[in-house]
């Protein structure tokens, strides 16, 4: 007997589309413990950018603030700096900081001048530290293949930093869906 082959047949188990796998929160975590020495912070910075960001998962080149807008890595650093109040070597800049002022200053200066230097003078630190905190963290979450990050600013978008560019954080689709459903 003579069996003719289907000649259709290969187009039908080549069209069958693969659908990409789903990631869950667990995934997520595992992926960035691999990946960060911090993974706790990473990943709270990855649920801030996840919180703020807008329909299309950007986040940045400016965040509105209660008063005007700031760049994305400054508000990421504002928001987490409560985590570190408690901190020893928190504690131990402050004291650091007070001494150089009492050093420099003047017998005429007045104490709350002091007081408001000290504090503008640990605010301009913590900023520093923190931006510099921020970008790890999301170097960790970009090699981690989670977030996307690229520069926009004065002239064009460009991949790199510099010429008054800040930077945008993008979140993976799959990521967004992850840590919108949870666990």
Known sequence: MFHQADLFEHIKHAALPVAPPTVALPDLVERVSQVSKRPRYVLLILNLIAKAAGENGSLGPYVRNETDQVPVRDWLCRALAPLANRDCRRTAMIAAVRSQLLAKADASEDAGDLAQQQNDEVEARILRSGRTNVSRAVSD??????????????????????????AVY???PDVRLALASGY
């Open 141 to 166: 979450l970009v090699r981690a293949g989670l977030l996307h990050r690229h520069y926009q600013g004065y002239r064009v978008d460009h991949p790199n930093r510099g010429a008054q560019r800040e």
């Open 170 to 172: 993008t979140i993976a």
